[in-house]
C-alpha cells in the first residue's frame, strides 16, 4: 500500500477545515488531493481528534506487544508438550 504524504494528523486538521464551513473542491484542490481520498479520510479519521488519535496508537502498540507475547508463550507450551510425549 502507498504511503500517504501526509501524517494522519495533518489529515485529521484538513478534514477539520471542511467541518469549519471550507467546501470540499477548495480543501481538495488547496492540498493537492482527490475528492475519492477526502472522503476516505472522512470515512477513516471522522470525528476524531488528535489527542484520540495517539491514544488508539499507543494501545494499538501495547496490543502488538501482547500479542507477541502470547505467540511466545504458546510457542513455548508447545515445545514442552512436544517433549513430555517424546519421554511417554
Not at 20 to 26: C, L, W
Not at 72 to 86: S, Y
Request: with cysteine; hydrophobic share 35%.
Amino acid at each position: 500500500m502507498k504511503k500517504s504524504r501526509f501524517t494522519e494528523g495533518q489529515i485529521i486538521k484538513i478534514l477539520n477545515e471542511q467541518k469549519a464551513g471550507k467546501k470540499i473542491a477548495d480543501i481538495c484542490r488547496e492540498h493537492g488531493i482527490s475528492q475519492p481520498t477526502f472522503y476516505g479520510w472522512r470515512t477513516k479519521y471522522g470525528g476524531l481528534e488528535l489527542n484520540q488519535l495517539k491514544k488508539i496508537k499507543e494501545m494499538e502498540a501495547e496490543l502488538a506487544q501482547y500479542k507477541k507475547i502470547i505467540a511466545e508463550q504458546t510457542l513455548h507450551i508447545t515445545v514442552l508438550d512436544d517433549v513430555i510425549e517424546k519421554k511417554l
